[in-house]
């Protein structure tokens, strides 16, 4: 055998999302690329140093190397956005020399990889053109040793505008198909957006949470592959039946062979402490091309994967060896959780359900939607993403939605998903546009989803494929799809609508039965079951934007609906004020700053009038503008645990929430609860506790409260629940309450009061009822109604006092409160420093302890110490 050949194999796999082979000899092209604009550019006139060769980053994109190069600035810093765009309009040449490693050059075939080209690009090898590449989400394999050298070899990779080149097909065409975002910097015509006939990540045109920057490059690892006879091409785990009893296992091998022999393929199944639990073995012979070798594997009682708050997540190893006839020994290795996934749709007396049932376990998804990490996809470290995931499981999350817009993420997000438990509904890459309809088209994105889900599918944390995001709802109802159908012939209508039933409803459908049968299909999001009307709210999953979007309803009307699924709902706010600080620099701001309306993209920066109406529909008018930044961000947490409480007291009937959004793609005004810099908002402490395993849902709407038991909890739990009407000082006017047993994995209606019934003649500027819910002496849950939004209630002034203390973890703050004091948001000074609570309510008398790391001594924490309340924030801002 010639293991000593082997060469950076386990790079070579973290790398490329595969499978690692022993017997696969690989070199790295990471290092010694250059960079440069195009021969005969036009914008080499304005842009010189860029003519001339530069260092580049592979993987990586033209603009972060420009940007490390210092010859266009950072698009995230100030208005610096617009600066950056002639740089997506320019065609870009990559080139790399390098040797041979012999042990790869002397392997009998050598392939060169490509793992991702941004988008439109030729690839040439010491002169000769290998491939023509069109697609971002794809990898690229083409054989290389012909025309490979003993000496120095030249590899050329140029890329071209993605927008100049659809443009200029474009403009022959007789209507563009409707999109998503107009650019703002006049660089396509209104109404005829390139991005529809892209494969490439449509954000990157322009959201409206983030920037315009239309990527190019190298964004995936580059590398050799050698090999002799055969290589191991995929390794991947069916479970077609999983239970209590055992795991009726797959395990398929896929050989690739360039000439007829005779193999050996075993597959051994390893338990999660290392144990051997099952092997299985089969010789068989084989001819030239490629193969799938099918081993049954059976493991009694499995230990199975369970989402986070319903079980643990064992992972178990599967090994492979392909021996050839001479001993030489392929190994491919696979990590994966075993679970049966069901997408339960039943009749049922509120029309047809949209349920995940994992291991036959109902699961009510907690969650939120997951845009793209940043604008420049090859700079998100693993460090990185995994913050973010800890940041969901910290906020009891157990789904996220990668939303179809962005890309499909590196194999370390969902390995860290696997690893917490983290469903994921992931969305193919279509964000809303029309798509064409012609065959080219989708023969293209056949072959995309089939290497993305299979290069995804043994991640059991994938929950569900889904077909695109809003393209089947957007056709049917928004104004502008509407205006286009009555532009065009009934003919071409038809063609249009009949391509995206092909592609959504066959060609994707059809590649994830052929591929991750053991994983749900559902054309689009919203969407409902067939015949249906899409974003219904008694089928299928639905998205929510009537409030913030269209007539900006007020955040009480969430309260009015109850989908069966709700995948989209959100409000927007501002980051805190360190991260605007960041972007906008030390000058004074407002509302209307340019600076701002730049980092707002919501309507073209008019985004911030409507978050400022927002605010001043619930609390008044702000003093200034952090005031306006602590508002919105209250705003925001209120108005998103009304309807995450709504919806979770609504189930069986509701059996999802995943709000608008979990993170930035960039800094500034969106729909997040973490923003770009890893830091929490409001409301990411608020989804703390309304996606605690116990709630008590208090929801007070058109005068009456309705309290509901919520438990996510797999056993019956007795606890204790009660309420008191009191005033912001204190005093106690009424209480009731009782035990009350927590039924598993159920909401639980336990009362209903009217406003008059409550407050018996009190003031209802002056008085609130506190609902608590209590394990033993534990206070587990609690909610505050009030009777009226705040800027009509008579809130005190609180005395808010402070004691600081270390313990072995870092600082311990006690805040100490006489009266009432709303949404305290505490500001240490540490922009990093991360806190164990925030953005709470604290009764009167009430004392709060709040642990604070931080790389700060507790001196200067003490000094830098800031506190925002809601009485004090709305009684200055009222302040003539």
């Known amino acids: ?75 995230y810093l100030g208005r610096n956005e617009a600066a950056i765009q002639w740089v997506g309009l320019a065609d870009w040449q990559y080139r790399l020399r390098f040797r041979v490693d012999p042990s790869v050059q002397q392997r009998r075939h050598v392939d060169l990889v490509l793992d991702g080209l941004d988008t439109f690009a030729e690839v040439s090898l010491n002169g000769h053109r290998l491939l023509r590449a069109d697609n971002m989400f794809r990898r690229w394999r083409v054989p290389a040793k012909a025309w490979l050298r003993d000496g120095e070899n030249t590899l050329v990779v140029n890329v071209h505008s993605p927008i100049r080149r659809v443009q200029r097909w474009l403009k022959k065409q007789p209507y563009a198909l409707p999109g998503e975002f107009d650019s703002a910097f006049g660089d396509e015509p209104k109404g005829r957006q390139s991005a529809n006939y892209v494969r490439k990540a449509a954000y990157q045109y322009g959201w409206d ?145 949209f349920a995940f049932v994992v291991n036959g376990i109902p699961v009510f998804a907690k969650g939120a939607n997951l845009v793209p990490f940043d604008s420049f996809p090859p700079r998100v470290t693993t460090a990185r993403m995994r913050r973010l995931l800890d940041d969901a499981r910290a906020a009891h999350m157990n789904m996220l939605r990668v939303w179809g817009g962005g890309y499909y993420l590196p194999d370390a997000f969902y390995a860290m998903a696997d690893r917490r438990g983290l469903l994921i509904w992931q969305d193919f890459m279509f964000g809303g546009a029309i798509p064409p309809y012609d065959a080219a088209f989708r023969a293209n994105v056949r072959v995309e989803a089939e290497q993305q889900v299979r290069r995804l599918r043994d991640h059991p944390s994938i929950a569900l494929w889904s077909g695109n995001n809003e393209v089947r709802t957007s056709w049917e109802t928004w104004g502008d799809r509407l205006t286009f159908q009555r532009a065009i012939s009934a003919a071409e209508r038809t ?82 004020m360190v991260t605007v600080r960041a972007f906008a620099g030390d000058g004074p701001l407002d509302a209307e700053s340019p600076v701002l309306r730049a980092h707002q993209k919501y309507d073209g920066g008019n985004g911030n009038r409507r978050l400022l109406a927002y605010v001043k529909r619930n609390y008044g008018a702000p003093g200034d503008f952090a005031d306006l930044v602590y508002l919105s961000q209250a705003m925001q947490a209120e108005g998103i645990r009304l309807a995450a409480e709504h919806l979770r007291a609504s189930r069986p009937r509701t059996m999802g929430s995943l709000y608008w959004q979990l993170n930035d793609v960039w800094p500034g005004a969106s729909w997040s609860s973490v923003d770009v810099y890893g830091r929490w908002k409001a409301l990411q402490f608020a989804a703390r506790r309304f996606y605690a395993p116990l709630l008590l849902a208090a929801l007070r709407h058109h005068d009456v409260t309705r309290v509901t038991l919520v438990s996510d909890r797999l056993q019956p739990t007795p606890l204790r629940w009660r309420w008191r009407v009191m005033d912001f000082r204190g005093h106690v006017l009424r209480s009731g309450g009782g035990a009350v047993m927590a039924a598993p994995t159920s909401a639980t209606p336990l009362a209903r009061y009217t406003d008059a019934a409550l407050l018996h003649g009190a003031d209802p500027r002056t008085h609130m009822v506190v609902f608590e819910l209590l394990e033993g002496q534990r206070t587990v849950a609690r909610n505050l109604v009030f009777f009226g939004k705040p800027r009509t209630l008579q809130l005190p002034l609180p005395k808010l006092t402070v004691q600081w203390s270390r313990d072995a973890d870092g600082a311990v703050l006690r805040l100490h409160t006489d009266t009432l004091a709303r949404a305290v948001w505490i500001d240490v000074g540490d922009p990093d420093a991360v806190l164990s609570d925030n953005a709470f309510n604290l009764l009167p008398g009430e004392t709060r302890i709040v642990h604070v790391r931080s790389a700060h001594d507790l001196a200067t924490l003490e000094r830098a110490l800031t506190l925002r309340d809601l009485a004090d924030v709305m009684k200055r801002d009222a302040t003539p």
Do not use: C
């Not at 920057?213 to 479970?239: C, F, K, N, S």
């Not at 409902?528 to 999953?541: M, V």
């Open 209 to 353: 949470w983030g920037p315009r920057i239309v990527t190019e490059g190298i964004w995936q690892p580059v590398r050799l592959e050698g090999w002799d006879r055969l290589r191991v091409a995929d390794l991947h785990i069916a479970q077609p039946s999983v239970d209590a009893d055992a795991a009726q296992l797959r395990a398929q091998v896929t050989v690739q062979t360039a000439a007829a022999g005779t193999v050996q393929v075993r597959v051994d199944a390893l338990a999660p402490d290392g144990r051997r639990v099952a092997r299985a073995a089969r010789t068989l012979t084989l001819t030239t091309g490629r193969h799938t070798v099918d081993l049954p594997l059976t493991i009694a009682h499995p230990q199975r994967w369970y989402p986070a708050g319903y079980g643990a997540q064992p992972l178990y190893r599967f090994v492979a060896h392909v021996r050839e006839g001479d001993g030489d020994d392929h190994v491919a290795r696979r990590t994966t959780g075993l679970r049966r996934i069901e997408l339960r749709q039943r009749k049922d007396r509120w029309g047809r359900s």
């Open 1 to 75: 055998m010639r293991r000593g050949l082997a060469l950076l194999v386990a790079l070579a796999a973290l790398l490329s999302g595969s499978p690692s082979w022993a017997a696969t000899h690989a070199q790295t092209l990471d290092r010694g690329w250059q960079l440069r604009l195009a021969p005969n550019d036009a914008h080499a006139a304005r842009h010189p140093a860029a003519a001339r060769w530069l260092s580049a980053t592979v993987p990586g994109t033209v603009q972060t190397d420009l940007i490390a190069a210092g010859l266009t600035p950072d698009p």
């Open 495 to 576: 063609r249009i609508d009949q391509g995206m039933r092909t592609l959504f409803g066959r060609v994707l459908r059809d590649v994830v039965a052929r591929e991750d049968v053991d994983v749900p299909y559902w054309p689009g999001s919203p969407f409902s079951a067939a015949g249906e009307p899409a974003n219904a709210d008694d089928s299928g999953d639905t998205h929510f934007w009537n409030v913030w979007s269209g007539d900006a309803a007020p955040i009480e009307d969430y309260l009015d609906v109850t989908p069966r699924f709700l995948s989209e709902y959100g409000l927007q706010s501002l980051p805190v």
